[in-house]
């Protein structure tokens, strides 16, 4: 047995359990601290992520190979960057406990679970560790009735999209008689058509998928979670764990279901395609920043997708990109949005960003590199994530996806750049709060990065050329 | 034999599954589930499973049951409120139900495995376990990476409940264990001598020996900010008693 496969999760497990049981005895003011162990355990784990040695073990249910480890990498940084848009203003978002980091931890475990799965099991317990730890999290600040609310309605509707993925896996089980993916690869290998029930369960575990990355028609949580909880994460929700819902996604597609991959692909356009349209239209005429979000990263959800739906090593490896930029752009625009305080009151409204260009340059011009990099903007990271997605559809001969999504980007384009008017052309409203020195440094460093991402493609995309020939091993 | 011990667990089961659903009383709905779990203990025996047999009279009837029984008795819900709409939702309901029903009869009605499902490793006991023996292998060994997780899973719903209810309140009274074991009955015991025959209102009432209370609590609990002192009696309280005096 080879455990030492999972080195990077059990060390990840066990500091957690060490850091709980610190707060715990601590009892009066461990949050700061609980969080700064968090951070350390998670670049710790992120060391051993990159050290770690490929193999599948522990009977076919674990496998770590170049594609895990760039999935872990990522949601490592997402987690981390969360914790640290926390930090600075968790008195005020009412999440000052410790339990929070520890949560926040227990999800990033969860999704390198899903990352690492080789099993339809792994993927359901890590979709669930991810999940449940989401839930508590998005009602921690307990006493607002927003939070509770988003805590609430994600949980009932998470449920339910758990039961579908997990009506689909029996489904699959019912048709390979195994749960691993090799297994299910070997018995989807000598069928040429895809037997009625099989399409079933691959349906229902698309719609799973698709609920937790949010993808249209399985959008309509996004929205008000996003609202509803708080802000830092909200954060988070929109990186690691849609990260990982992509790692299942892409692991399952090309792999067991590789063989039959016609039969799925025209969903996953479909899926691709009103994502798209509907992450741009529904955006417009928000009013509240953290909603405008929400319908972007619907839209971004659906420009991932394209990766996917052209089946191909170099889609994959758009997406992989895709994901990475959305990742950095993210956070970063959460930065900004938790630093949206007047008179120490959270504020979200677009409106409340007028005239930021005055009052606070730096801050303005932060959100200005976050805005159009999501717009897709040349030089800016987006753009090379859009670029490589688009790429890779032409490639694969889907025109009218590329050009729906081409269409779409321009749409979407209009309410970014709106953003950026409103900051640096209208009347001035009052100044923000003075923010804290780690949401600077979040917002500077993911500016930067963004900024400078033409100086690591390179690297980047080299990484994910890897991981996506991993796949297709 | 088998067949008719069969027939009749499952007769039993299925008759009080439906009654679980039917029952007016939501007391004797959890009652006929403890029936039905029984009766699905005895399918699990005549299949020879008797380790899951056990584990579900424990588990689900020792367990699972008597909290759903807790719950129904503890929580007031008005069942026969809810039921109001039954009439109304009722065909609507049966509808969808019918719908899905046939779906799926035509989706599975030509259920077709894979063809070279022998090809497909698969879990095969080693000869001559028991099948306790079995499901150990399979939890403990070959899925122990799965077994962790889910802990790890329960772990967090447990960190969620407590982080989501439990309130500190400062109301809380507790008591400083080692100052409570330092008193003696002096300081907080008197003896008085009374009349035969004559309450302790008529009497004109007591003061309590000083401190008695609150001398051992906790800051903070008892409403009480720091160490008692004794005082005085204060004025117009003319009760006797109180060591202080």
């Keep these: ?473 | 034999m088998t067949q008719i011990v069969f027939y009749v667990f499952a007769t039993v089961l299925v008759l009080s599954a439906g009654m679980v659903v039917s029952a007016r009383n939501p007391v004797h709905s959890v009652l006929f589930l403890i029936l039905a779990f029984f009766n699905a203990a005895g399918l699990f025996l005549i299949a020879g499973a008797e380790f899951l047999a056990m584990i579900l009279v424990i588990v689900y009837v020792g367990a699972v049951a008597v909290l759903f029984l807790f719950v129904v008795m503890m929580l007031d819900v008005r069942f026969t409120r809810m039921r109001e709409g039954l009439q109304r939702y009722a065909p609507f309901g049966a509808a969808v139900g019918g719908v899905l029903f046939a779906e799926l009869a035509l989706a599975f009605g030509h259920w077709r495995i894979a063809a070279n499902i022998a090809d497909v490793p698969h879990l095969v006991p080693a000869p001559g376990r028991t099948n306790t023996a079995a499901l150990g292998d399979v939890l403990y060994t070959h899925y122990v990476f799965l077994f962790e997780a889910c802990g790890v899973v329960l772990l967090v719903a447990m960190i969620g409940a407590i982080v989501l209810t439990l309130r500190e309140r400062p109301m809380g009274r507790r008591q400083n264990i080692d100052r409570q074991h330092e008193r003696t009955a002096a300081e907080s015991v008197e003896m008085m001598a009374l009349p035969l025959g004559r309450g302790v209102a008529e009497l004109g009432g007591f003061r309590r020996p000083d401190k008695s209370y609150y001398v051992a609590s906790v800051p903070g609990s008892y409403g009480v900010t720091a160490e008692a002192v004794p005082q005085a009696a204060p004025a117009g309280d003319d009760r006797k008693g109180g060591l202080g005096q």
């Design chain 1, 1 to 473: 047995m080879n455990w030492t496969l999972a080195l990077p999760e059990i060390v990840l497990t066990v500091c957690g359990l060490a850091i709980l049981v610190y707060g715990v005895v601590q009892k009066e003011q461990s949050f700061f601290s609980c969080s700064m162990l968090t951070i350390g355990a998670f670049l710790v784990t992120g060391f051993l992520v990159l050290t770690s040695r490929d193999g599948v073990g522990y009977n076919h249910i674990f496998v770590n190979d170049d594609f895990s480890r760039f999935m872990k990498i990522l949601s490592l940084a997402g987690g981390g960057l969360a914790t640290m848009l926390t930090v600075g203003y968790a008195r005020e978002m009412k999440v000052e406990r410790f339990e929070f980091p520890v949560l926040l931890l227990f999800s990033t475990l969860g999704t390198m679970m899903m990352a690492s799965s080789e099993n339809l099991m792994t993927l359901f317990i890590g979709l669930e560790l991810s999940s449940l730890a989401i839930y508590i999290l998005c009602a921690f600040a307990r006493d607002e009735v927003a939070g509770a609310e988003a805590g609430l309605k994600y949980f009932v509707l998470g449920s339910l999209a758990s039961g579908l993925l997990l009506y689909g896996i029996a489904l699959v089980y019912g048709f390979a008689g195994t749960l691993e993916y090799g297994g299910i690869q070997t018995a989807m290998s000598t069928t040429s058509a895809v037997p009625m029930g099989l399409m079933f369960g691959i349906v229902f575990m698309l719609a799973g998928l698709a609920f937790k990355l949010s993808a249209v028609p399985f959008h309509m949580w996004t929205p008000d979670v996003y609202q509803g909880a708080p802000s830092s994460v909200t954060a988070f929700m929109a990186g690691a764990p849609k990260i990982a819902a992509f790692a299942l996604l892409l692991r399952v597609m090309a792999g067991p279901f590789g063989h039959v991959s016609p039969q799925w692909q025209i969903l996953v356009e479909g899926i691709s395609i009103v994502s798209m349209l509907f992450g741009s239209l529904a955006a417009i005429p928000q009013t509240d920043i953290k909603r405008l979000m929400a319908y972007s990263s619907i839209g971004h959800m659906g420009y991932a997708l394209m990766g996917l739906s052209a089946g191909t090593a170099e889609g994959m490896r758009g997406t992989l990109v895709y994901l990475t930029t959305y990742l950095l752009m993210n956070v970063g625009a959460f930065a900004v949005i938790i630093a949206m305080r007047r008179k120490g009151r959270g504020v979200t409204a677009i409106a409340d960003l007028s005239g930021l260009g005055r009052t606070d340059p730096g801050l303005a011009m932060a959100m200005a590199i976050f805005m159009f990099s999501m717009a897709g903007a040349p030089p800016l990271a987006g753009f090379f994530g859009k670029l490589m997605v688009f790429y890779a559809a032409v490639n694969a001969h889907l025109y009218a996806l590329a050009a729906i999504g081409v269409v779409s980007s321009v749409i979407g384009a209009f309410y970014y750049v709106r953003i950026v008017k409103v900051m640096f052309f209208d009347e001035a409203a009052p100044a923000f709060d003075r923010r804290p020195l780690s949401l600077s440094f979040v917002s500077l460093g993911m500016g930067v990065a963004t900024v400078g991402f033409l100086l690591v493609l390179g690297p980047v995309s080299t990484a994910a050329q890897a991981a996506a020939a991993a796949l297709f091993r």
